[in-house]
């Protein structure tokens, strides 16, 4: 089952960001492929994505079921698919990270290590990034926050996706590169929006 | 008596690139004329107008249509070329130059010789591929059609994204072979898609794409990489000859001249909607090629006054749409090659009628969809309708699904035929009687109204677990609910009309003389096969053979200074 995980650290704090992160509405359209999204009830919504499989473009409706939700901590959610045989689900996770020293310019922190693939998966990666990034555009810039942030939190996105039925192995091997962007986009999406209305940085000015 | 913009080329020319041939296009007939012309020593130029490699060519079955082809004894299939010429001057229905039939076929082996020697490529005959009327005089039950096979896009290292990817075939890496052995469209749940999800993996394509992997591969070695994104505005005439073309690069004008000619190989005029209904014999509105088809090349070769031929005629397909799948930023419109002929489906007009037999060719069946009734003035097969049932999706692949999937959303569903048609906007009473008349031939297992089954070539798209149980493998009833229907369009693979030539591919005038230094190979010409359709690969074999030619030609004629 192809599954991603992208962090990226903010100098917010955990209640502003979770402030904007509760409600889906605010951060829908930075979801790649957004197209719509109507919301059912506390815990259920129906997304409408046009999703790259491939080669060509092609829309994908999927059900998103909240299974936990601990508030400034983390969202827990599953995916299924309506009209593709594709399952999954991911978690949005919030968490302090220890203050940087005062007056220090401060760009976003990298991802957690993770173990260096195969050179062949990288480049595979690296091509699928790079056509991403030709489809939906360049992600935002984040600049360095000013220094007058006192706390860090990190955002993490964990998400799962994987194709059942008789194709569902062919179709993994094409969702599996394009998860990875796609979990990173979102992560940085709200950041750079958070940092854009909290810390006035200006991603467009980059 | 020129334009004046040209005489301003002349007087203040200066060149951006000097070539022996620039080539417009980048499919199989660009290629092979590139690749032609640097085998006679010409220094060449490739132009293409979007930024991928291989045209309509790439997003193809890429199979080469060849009578009398080289691999055709491997496989046990005897052929002549009386036979190649009568089957193809039957088919081409008086709207093509007899010799230019004969020199095509004369001239079409030896292309294939030539490509497989100037390239990685290796062809493979598909023994049961058969010819599109293979019961015709001169037709035959397979051979003629080429597989290109699979090809590694590892091999084109920094040109490897740049390979043009079919939509449709683009993911799934099996060859023509693969696909026929198993039974893509009639066994769909069967497939190894492990293995193909393997091969995507690695990079593998097949079909067009694997066809113009290996032509780019052998362009490259040569020193030639295509100019991408680099579309051509204007033929440049000195001296009553072609003497280059104005392109654009960049946002930059680039003036590029060609000393001994300019090969149009740049795809139709199928996404031209004005082109398309000023010639075309019938509404073409979901064309299946690339969008750039758009008709520069014929547009240049008017403006010097060629002379054009079978300007009605294109390579028709029945098109099916699934409502938000881009290509390019287009809808995509996929052609139907399957669902018409399989088991368990029919089409029907507005009046709930078949009219056609379903599992014809596609260039042919297509036809009856423009049938014009004078009286009231319109075109009662349209707009037509594929109807289907329980059973079909029980078994059979249709488009992106698979039996085991969720029932696609865009399929029309209801309990009942009636409820069906009245869904569809066709006559309910006139669908029911025409279901349960399908429904009795296919007890039958005979068609006697459309003779939908007799044919080999209804065979290779039909379910053959049919035939081992003696029962026809294109008929099955339509009796189990919940019914289901799909709007079919008039699609396209390409137009075929365009500048008329010579037997070595040189554009000729009203008069039949040559412009000298124009040559034009593929969809942007005058097809050769005129009406017809004669087997799997025929666009790209006279695309090839021409574009053979039309390098071949060039590189043997008298360099401008």
């Known amino acids: 089952m192809p599954e991603v995980e992208y962090a990226t650290t903010m100098p917010l704090g955990r209640p502003v960001i979770w402030e904007f992160v509760k409600d889906m509405n605010n951060w829908a359209p930075f979801v790649t492929g957004y197209q719509k999204h109507e919301i059912i009830d506390d815990t259920d919504s129906i997304w409408t994505l046009k999703g790259d499989v491939g080669i060509l473009s092609r829309e994908v409706k999927l059900r998103a079921h909240i299974t936990e939700w601990v508030d400034e901590q983390r969202v827990t959610f599953t995916l299924t698919g309506l009209n593709e045989k594709v399952d999954g689900g991911g978690v949005l996770v919030m968490s302090d990270e220890a203050s940087a020293a005062m007056g220090e310019a401060e760009a976003p922190a990298p991802p957690p290590k993770k173990k260096r693939r195969w050179f062949g998966r990288r480049l595979v990666d690296w091509f699928v990034r790079k056509m991403f990034r030709r489809v939906h555009g360049e992600g935002p810039k984040r600049l360095a926050a000013p220094t007058t942030a006192t706390a860090r939190s990190r955002l993490s996105f964990t998400l799962r996706m994987d194709a059942g039925g008789p194709t569902g192995p062919l179709v993994n091997a094409m969702l599996g590169p394009a998860l990875e962007p796609a979990a990173e986009d979102l992560a940085n999406k709200i950041a750079a929006h958070l940092e854009r209305v909290h810390l006035g940085t200006d991603a467009q000015a980059a | ?561």
């Not at chain 2, 050769?528 to 359709?533: L, N, S």
Request: net charge neutral.
């Open chain 2, 1 to 561: 008596m020129f334009h004046s913009r040209r005489m301003w080329f002349r007087k203040s020319r200066a060149w951006s690139l000097e070539v022996d041939l620039v080539v417009i296009g980048s499919g199989a007939a660009g290629a092979t004329a590139a690749l032609a012309a640097h085998a006679g020593k010409a220094r060449v130029a490739v132009l293409e107008k979007s930024a991928k490699f291989g045209g309509t060519t790439a997003v193809s079955g890429g199979v080469v249509w060849v009578p009398n082809n080289k691999h055709m004894p491997e496989v046990g299939i005897p052929d002549s070329m009386d036979e190649a010429v009568s089957y193809v001057t039957r088919l081409a229905d008086g709207r093509s130059d007899p010799a230019l039939i004969r020199r095509y076929l004369e001239v079409a082996p030896q292309m294939i010789e030539f490509i497989e020697g100037a390239t990685p490529i290796v062809f493979k005959a598909l023994a049961r591929y058969p010819d599109y009327h293979p019961e015709f005089p001169g037709g035959k039950p397979g051979g003629r059609s080429l597989d290109p096979g699979l090809y590694d896009t590892n091999q084109l290292g920094a040109w490897k994204d740049k390979l043009r990817k079919s939509p449709v075939f683009g993911m799934t890496a099996m060859s023509v072979t693969e696909a026929t052995d198993w039974g893509v469209f009639s066994k769909p749940s069967a497939l190894p898609f492990a293995l193909l999800g393997k091969r995507f993996k690695q990079g593998l394509v097949c079909y067009g794409g694997a066809l113009c992997g290996g032509l780019l591969e052998a362009l490259l070695a040569r020193g030639i990489e295509p100019m991408l994104s680099t579309p051509v505005h204007e033929l440049i005439v000195e001296d009553d000859r072609v003497a280059g073309v104005r392109a654009e690069q960049g946002g930059k004008e680039l003036l590029i001249k060609a000393r001994k000619g300019v090969v149009l190989a740049s795809g139709g005029f199928e996404w031209n909607a004005e082109l398309a209904a000023r010639f075309l014999g019938g509404p073409l509105t979901h064309p299946n090629s690339p969008p750039g088809n758009d008709g520069d090349g014929l547009r240049m070769a008017m403006s010097l006054g060629a002379d054009l031929g079978n300007m009605t005629e294109a390579w028709w397909c029945p098109s099916l749409d699934i409502p938000g799948e881009e290509y390019d930023q287009r809808q995509l419109h996929r052609g139907d090659f399957a669902t018409r002929s399989l088991p368990h489906s029919v089409i029907v007009n507005r009046q709930g009628q078949r009219f056609v037999n379903e599992a014809h060719n596609y260039n042919d069946m297509m036809k009856a969809f423009f049938a014009f009734d004078p009286v009231s003035y319109d075109r009662p097969n349209l707009p037509a309708w594929i109807v289907i049932d329980a059973q079909y999706l029980e078994r059979y692949a249709l488009l992106t699904y698979v039996p085991g999937m969720p029932i696609p959303d865009w399929l029309i569903k209801a309990d009942t035929v009636e409820a069906l048609a009245e869904k569809i906007g066709v006559d309910a009473r006139g669908l029911v009687a025409t279901l349960a008349r399908f429904n009795r031939f296919a007890v039958e297992g005979a068609d006697p109204d459309f003779r939908r089954g007799e044919s080999l070539y209804d065979h290779f798209y039909g379910d053959p677990s049919r035939v081992e149980h003696g029962g026809n493998p294109n008929l099955g009833t339509i009796e189990k609910a919940p019914f289901y229907a799909i709007q079919v369009h008039p699609g396209a693979i390409g137009t075929k009309g365009g500048p008329r030539t010579d037997g070595d591919a040189r554009v000729l005038r009203p008069g039949g003389e040559p412009i000298a230094g124009l040559y034009a190979a593929g969809n942007v010409a005058a097809g050769v096969t005129g009406a017809g359709y004669p087997g799997a690969g025929a666009t790209i074999g006279a695309a090839m053979t021409f574009g053979y030619l039309a390098g071949r030609h060039a590189a043997a004629a008298p360099a401008t200074k």
